[in-house]
């Protein structure tokens, strides 16, 4: 990370005089995000002088909203679904794991110019060092293939997976995610034939309930998952969760994406200012918001 780090605990307080306005941007799930409130719950309680806000951008604005990043002096943002893999010509330079990632959630400003980092792969890597799950030598299976599924396969392969397999409605956008891990891609509605074992499966989709998705929570009830260790559902905040029935059903440790919340929070916090606020404090704002 670019800037000097500080660990930094709740004794210590006000961080710089300056208000600072840190945003996201999504399209209308925008107003179902926690962040607003975890990250002002927790900038208040170590002194930062900031406000972090939502804004909801039209498709067809987004070119706007980032030149509103730069006009309005946002000291920082994360960018959510459907923007990430689409606003890095906007950027003035992308960070080396964005780029190889192929998708940007964390904008981050040093004066005038902006930079495009992706703290989902960082937050989901530490969230499973947390759990104490080691993805290596194992199989996994990736749901989707937008932003979250790409950011997914680079930190299994990071982590050394045996075999990544990507399954999307696209053919051509489950290729382009498996080609970059290594790995392999197939239609999802082929999943059903497929019989490699599978040891962990994430939910990069935006679906996680029946409501979203009657054709994924029909797949999900069907799934044979024998071999299978852990669910990782990346979307949270489903009051029904067919992916955590799944995983009920069938004694497989699960976990959705508050986890991941929590550790992407802090190392974008981290970005914007320098400040390495202890993970417990994201921890403790965000059980407060749900």
């Known amino acids: 990370?670019?800037?000097?780090?500080?660990?930094?605990?709740?004794?210590?307080?006000s961080y710089g005089k300056q208000h600072l306005v840190?945003?996201?941007?999504?399209?209308?799930?925008?107003y179902s995000s926690k962040s607003p409130e975890v990250f002002t719950q927790v900038m208040k309680r170590a002194g930062i002088n900031g406000t972090y806000v939502p804004f909801m951008v039209h498709p067809?604005?987004?070119?706007?909203?980032?030149?509103?990043?730069?006009?309005?002096?946002i000291a920082g943002a994360n960018v959510a679904v459907p923007y990430k893999e689409t606003i890095a010509p906007y950027m003035d330079s992308v960070s080396e794991s964005a780029e190889i990632i192929g998708a940007i959630n964390t904008i981050a400003r040093n004066k005038d110019k902006l930079k495009g980092y992706n703290t989902n792969?960082?937050?989901?890597?530490?969230?499973?060092?947390?759990?104490?799950?080691?993805?290596?030598?194992?199989?996994?299976?990736?749901?989707?293939?937008?932003?979250?599924?790409?950011?997914?396969?680079?930190?299994?392969?990071?982590?050394?997976?045996?075999?990544?397999l990507v399954a999307s409605r696209s053919e051509s956008r489950a290729r382009q995610v498996a080609v970059r891990s290594g790995g392999?891609?197939?239609?999802?509605d082929d999943l059903l034939n497929h019989k490699i074992p599978?040891?962990?499966?994430?939910?990069?989709?935006?679906?996680?309930?029946?409501?979203e998705s009657p054709e994924l929570a029909d797949i999900a009830s069907k799934l044979t998952l024998p071999d299978c260790e852990l669910i990782f559902d990346l979307?949270?905040?489903?009051?029904?969760?067919?992916?955590?029935?799944?995983?009920?059903?069938?004694?497989?440790?699960?976990?959705?994406?508050?986890?991941t919340l929590v550790h992407q929070a802090r190392n974008s916090l981290s970005l914007w200012t320098g400040l390495d606020i202890e993970t417990d404090e994201f921890r403790k704002a965000l059980e407060a918001a749900v």
């Open 1 to 13: 990370m670019p800037g000097k780090s500080h660990h930094f605990t709740l004794e210590q307080s």
């Open 22 to 30: 840190f945003c996201i941007l999504s399209d209308e799930r925008v």
């Open 60 to 73: 067809e604005r987004i070119g706007e909203a980032m030149m509103s990043l730069r006009a309005l002096n």
């Open 121 to 164: 792969a960082i937050g989901l890597m530490d969230a499973l060092d947390e759990i104490g799950f080691n993805p290596a030598g194992k199989t996994a299976l990736i749901l989707g293939a937008g932003g979250a599924a790409k950011a997914a396969a680079f930190v299994l392969k990071w982590l050394k997976a045996d075999k990544i």
């Open 184 to 188: 392999e891609f197939l239609l999802l």
């Open 198 to 211: 599978i040891h962990m499966l994430f939910n990069a989709t935006t679906a996680s309930s029946t409501e």
């Open 235 to 259: 979307n949270y905040g489903r009051v029904q969760n067919f992916w955590q029935d799944k995983a009920q059903e069938n004694g497989i440790l699960f976990r959705d994406g508050l986890l």
